[in-house]
């Protein structure tokens, strides 16, 4: 005789473990090791899920399982909205050799009514869903992930050789907010690197042509323009926007204690790139001053006045004027300053602080070099000596 759907249903709930509602929120309190399981369908899920939830509809379940749950002994809880679809999918999973699957009873329903705490998806668009998929695939961003790359604040000071490549990327992952600074009229000779801006652009404000290069990117995209050169006038206006990280691509002297200094004060970390020739280097100044109770060291890495507390006096200064450069060098080294932001503002991985990357691209070589805070720095030290800004004005040699 034919079962009914109630006689399979008993079946399988007699197959398998069920765990209730309360134990599991007990279980997940004390941090106990397992994957929970969601098995509802998409739009059920975009409604909320449990705290660390992985979505795997029931539909792909006996698909997408292998892949998903590789570790067949590993702990596992199946939820659905009432108790019923997470039962056949725990025992699809036991069919298929999973040895430790229980199933939530009754389910997220239940769980939302009982005041337990759920998460939900990002607020992000179908068309946001697709433009992003590649990052919402990778468990490290994820849509979560990608929200945060959304409401983000990025400063680019350049929009040069390093900060062609660096806001061309920073745009297309989504950064929601880019803040350009940059003073300078696209010339015919920055074409050579400088990708963001095109034949047609000669003449007009780099950053007039950064912004309609990155608003045809991505529209998602808020560009902030600062048609300014930076100096000890305008860098607390210019800094004070929130943003989460400065990607420094201005590479020259005069600037780099000013943009050294403010960023300490202020706590934001920088992504300095810099290149000559054939070389490139790139570091994350990440500082802060040193906290007023008891003079502890408030940031996670040295910052530049650590390495040159001081400019060098005139006679030994470095000369600013133009250098050759390889047009594929900055290419590499403003991606690997975007890399870096994107890394800060996910919060993944391991920044550049307290490492300079070097690179040499006739030998095609990467280094990594220790650099170390100061405690005697006089900025981010114990006891700093420099509270104002400075303008290092004539400071190159010429
Ligand atoms: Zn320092």
Partial sequence: MNKTYGDLLQDVKGAIQQVSLEELKAEMDRHVPMTIVDVREKDEWRQGYLPGALHLPRGFLEMQAEQKLPDKGAPIVVYCAGGIRSAFAAKSLQDLGYTNVRSANPGFGRWKDSGYPWDKPADLTPAQLDRYSRHILLPEVGEKGQEKL???RVLLLGAGGLGSPAALYL???GIGKLG??????VDASNLQRQVMHG???VGTPKVESAKKTIENLNPDVKVHLFDERLNS???DRIFDHGWDVIVDGLDNFPTRYLVNDASVWKSIPVVHGSIFRFDGQVTTFWSSPPSSVG???????PCY?????????AHLAPSCAEAGVLGILPGVVGTIQATEALKIVLGIGDPLVGRLLTYDSLKMQFRTLKLRRDKDCPVCGDHPTITTYVDYEGFCAR
């Fill in 295 to 301: 003079g502890t060291h408030g940031g996670k890495g």
């Fill in 171 to 173: 745009a297309a992952a």
């Fill in 180 to 185: 350009i600074v940059d003073n300078d009229v």
């Fill in 199 to 201: 034949t047609d652009r």
């Fill in 150 to 152: 959304l409401e983000a």
């Fill in 233 to 235: 006038g305008n860098v």
């Fill in 305 to 313: 006045r650590c390495l040159y507390p001081e400019p060098p006096p």
